[in-house]
């Protein structure tokens, strides 16, 4: 039977809904009948036109007919009287009911034994949730279909899907943009600026290379603070709790960890770049140990971006405004060694403990020392 064309041109069909009409935009490949359309499939097979000529008047394919015939179409009760028909308005009832359950399973109904052990890492080391999965995913810990992704575990922590807050997650927090602006020059010359510091340093393409700075509790560093130290490369953060905010107290850490390495202490501290604070005011003193001491310019904490962002992260053990004596220094190298565990998305979701041990172990066995312990009375640091 030929299709004539032009019998939807400006018409209206009779059928069970007035409003049904022929008249539609063009179709879109990939969308869903409308009311309009299943009201013309509905006249076109009562005129008996087939699948294929039905679907080139209303531009679809002729499985889409197909299935909406078979969705408005009533079963048959008996092989009694007429054979049922296809029906506009109970394909359209048909299709809204199968829309409203036609939603993606909510996953995390499936990752309970994930999600319980993501919380815990959160509450108990502090990981992130991002550290979390990847972590998990690089050693196996749950099957790939009882985890969820990162950003899917953000969108429930929004949703209040699970026991966490978005206040207690400073990744969800919107962080403030830093202004470019010319870095000051330095009143006073503690030693080598940062500017004469080889570039290697910068690149974290080899390990040695560190950034170093003090952490403050309250009474603006009239009492206890805290040295901190961080590995460019591997990211391994060193806190000493050092009574005062001043060169002895920070000289004396210093030489604290000279003992610990000994020869080998410019081996793991090649470079080290402080603040241009009046506590390191001594600090080029270091250089006479091996190591190579440069100095940030005032105010410029971007210069040393790394240990900033870890200080910030200590912050998590140890409140701004707390007073850092209310800490033993067991806490504060507990501490540290948590940060230290807890896995990061740019080293692979790998630690920074493992890597920085594998450095260790790199140069005391270039030297014939082995890995666990040198010649004589010195060891290998833990």
């Known amino acids: 039977m030929e299709f004539p064309h032009n019998i939807f041109q400006g ?12 008249e539609s935009a063009e179709r879109k490949k990939g969308q869903h009948l409308q009311r309009e359309e ?3 499939i509905q006249h076109l097979k009562r005129q008996g036109f087939s699948n ?28 009694k009287g007429r054979k049922p028909g296809y029906s506009a308005k ?16 909510h996953r995390i109904c499936r990752c309970s034994r994930f999600l319980r052990w993501v919380i815990k890492q959160f ?27 990162t950003h899917t575990l953000y969108n429930e922590v929004w949703a209040g899907n699970l026991d966490l807050s978005v206040t207690e997650l ?38 040695g290379h560190w950034e170093g700075d003090t952490v403050v509790g309250k009474k603006a ?16 953060y060193i806190a000493i709790q050092i009574p005062s905010k001043d060169t002895d107290s920070v000289l004396h850490a210093m030489q604290m960890l000279k003992n610990e390495y000994g020869e080998k202490f410019s081996q793991v501290f090649k470079t080290i770049t402080v603040d241009n604070g ?10 006479n140990w091996g190591s190579q001491v440069y100095f940030a310019h005032p105010y410029t904490s971007w210069e040393r971006p790394q240990n900033e962002r870890h200080n910030g992260l200590f912050r998590a053990f140890v409140p701004k405004g707390v007073s850092i004596e209310s800490f033993s220094p067991e806490y504060i190298l507990a501490a540290a060694d948590e940060l230290n565990g807890r896995p990061r998305k740019k080293l692979g979701y790998r630690t920074p403990e493992e890597l920085f041990e594998s450095f260790l172990d790199s140069v005391y066995a270039a030297s014939g020392c082995g890995s666990i312990a040198q010649n004589g009375n010195q060891k290998r640091p833990s």
């Open 11 to 22: 018409r209206a069909i009779t059928m069970d809904c007035q409003e049904y009409i022929t």
């Open 38 to 40: 299943r009201g013309a």
């Open 52 to 79: 294929r000529a039905v679907a080139r008047a209303i531009g679809c394919s002729p499985s889409t007919v197909a299935n909406e015939l078979r969705r408005g179409t009533p079963p048959r009760k008996s092989y």
């Open 90 to 105: 109970r394909g359209e009832a048909v299709y809204r009911s199968n829309r409203q359950r036609s939603r993606r399973h």
């Open 123 to 149: 509450h108990e080391h502090k990981w992130s949730l991002d550290a979390c999965v990847g972590y998990a995913r690089l050693h196996e810990l749950f099957p790939v279909g009882e985890m969820v992704c």
């Open 170 to 207: 400073p990744e969800a927090l919107k962080r403030k943009k830093h202004k470019a602006s010319k870095p000051r020059e330095n009143k006073k010359n503690y030693g080598n600026g940062i500017a004469k510091r080889p570039e290697i340093a910068a690149l974290r393409i080899e390990e």
């Open 221 to 236: 560093g009239k009492e206890a603070v805290i040295l901190s130290m961080l590995e460019k490369k591997t990211e391994n």
């Open 278 to 287: 009046s506590e390191f005011s001594g600090f080029a003193q270091v250089e």
